[in-house]
């Protein structure tokens, strides 16, 4: 199974920028749809983005409206969330998800079956 270890959280003021990253290790990152998700206190976990095993295909939560971008660097095991023009309300715990790759991209956390730790992101209006 796939280890997950998300880094590059903290405190930023609105309109500030953030990039996030998750390093996987223990098999074959290829193998792997990657999302992102995050959880504010007191709500549910909600999807953020996703991205297909080759990096080709990318999806993204409607309420991102662009400020997000999803990449992966296959040579060094690592996903990433480039965070950007954040709002207090993006303050959360940002989690990396793995699953199985198959032909189409998933929004669900249920779908997803490795997880990192989190890391927390915190924005200061």
């Known amino acids: 199974q796939v280890q997950l270890v998300e880094s590059g959280g903290g405190l930023v003021q609105a309109g500030g920028s953030v990039r996030l990253s998750c390093a996987a290790s223990?098999?074959?990152?290829?193998?792997?749809?990657m999302g992102w998700f995050r959880q504010a206190p007191g709500k549910e976990r909600e999807f953020v983005a996703a991205?297909?095993?080759?990096?080709?295909?990318?999806k993204y939560a409607d309420s991102m409206n662009g400020r997000f971008t999803i990449s992966r660097d296959n040579a060094k095991n690592t996903l990433y969330l480039q965070m950007n023009s954040l709002k207090p309300e993006d303050t959360a715990v940002y989690y990396c998800?793995?699953?199985?790759?198959?032909?189409?991209?998933?929004?669900?956390?249920?779908?997803?079956?490795?997880w990192g730790q989190g890391t927390q992101v915190t924005v200061s209006s």
């Open positions: 998800a793995a699953r199985s790759r198959t032909y189409q991209l998933h929004e669900k956390a249920i779908e997803y079956n490795y």
């Open positions: 223990g098999h074959t990152f290829t193998n792997y749809e």
């Open positions: 991205i297909s095993w080759g990096g080709s295909a990318t």
